[in-house]
């Protein structure tokens, strides 16, 4: 491994990723960062005030990142927060319960918020919770959703809080693209540290 490369792993690996959590009350939110953070499940998760923080290391190939965690609370009230968040993060999960349709036309309406207000880097992901429940509960079809993720340039996931499914899985794909992003501006940064350096070699 080259001193640059070397550099850059060491750099990627002290690197501090932020994910805001975004969505109704009730879809899961707050679930979803337990199993993530615990590998753990509880039937009675009480609804989050303002929103809750924290912190998990994740290991992804050879490369070991730091992942801040938002939970955002649901409740209309508390809305106007979320800004502060996903201001400052680098990727922004809008779930839904992929039983109510009224929580996806809800985090439609966060999706909308962010694209016109959220860094336009924020890698956006479009998650629907409680795949477990039975299949004539569902009335969101994954099809429909996942067209509409592709449209909107988001990535798309079905995930169970309860029983784990996709759960890891999808934050491992966030900090994947967190660091492609920051291993690009890192070479930007490489490259012209090189050139304004002097005596590097010609085109």
């Given at each position: 491994?080259?001193?640059?490369?070397?550099?850059?792993?060491?750099?990627?690996?002290?690197?501090?990723?932020?994910?805001?959590?975004?969505?109704?009350?009730?879809?899961g939110k707050s679930s979803i960062a337990l199993r993530?953070?615990?590998?753990?499940?509880?039937?009675?998760?009480?609804?989050?005030?303002?929103?809750?923080?924290?912190t998990q290391t994740l290991k992804v190939g050879n490369?070991?990142?730091?992942?801040?965690?938002?939970?955002?609370?649901?409740?209309?009230?508390?809305?106007?927060?979320?800004?502060?968040?996903?201001?400052?993060?680098?990727?922004?999960?809008?779930?839904?319960?992929?039983?109510?349709?009224?929580?996806?036309?809800?985090?439609?309406?966060?999706?909308?918020?962010?694209?016109?207000?959220?860094?336009?880097?924020?890698?956006?992901?479009?998650?629907?919770?409680?795949?477990?429940?039975?299949?004539?509960?569902?009335?969101?079809?994954a099809e429909d959703a996942e067209n509409i993720a592709?449209?909107?340039?988001?990535?798309?996931?079905?995930?169970?809080?309860?029983?784990?499914?996709?759960?890891?899985?999808?934050?491992?794909?966030?900090?994947?693209?967190?660091?492609?992003?920051?291993?690009?501006?890192?070479?930007?940064?490489?490259?012209?540290?090189?050139?304004?350096?002097?005596?590097?070699?010609?085109?």
């Open positions: 491994m080259s001193e640059s490369q070397s550099q850059t792993t060491d750099f990627i690996n002290r690197s501090t990723f932020r994910v805001v959590l975004l969505g109704d009350q009730g879809v993530f953070l615990r590998d753990e499940y509880h039937d009675h998760q009480p609804p989050t005030i303002g929103a809750a923080y924290v490369q070991s990142v730091k992942l801040d965690i938002w939970d955002t609370a649901g409740q209309e009230r508390f809305a106007t927060l979320a800004p502060m968040y996903y201001r400052t993060a680098q990727s922004a999960v809008v779930v839904y319960d992929i039983c109510s349709k009224s929580s996806f036309n809800r985090g439609m309406v966060w999706i909308k918020e962010l694209k016109e207000q959220a860094p336009v880097n924020t890698i956006i992901v479009l998650c629907g919770n409680k795949v477990d429940l039975a299949i004539e509960a569902r009335a969101v079809k592709r449209e909107e340039g988001l990535l798309f996931t079905e995930v169970s809080a309860k029983s784990g499914q996709g759960v890891k899985a999808m934050f491992q794909t966030i900090v994947s693209g967190c660091i492609a992003f920051r291993l690009s501006e890192t070479i930007v940064i490489l490259n012209a540290t090189g050139e304004e350096g002097g005596g590097g070699g010609g085109r």
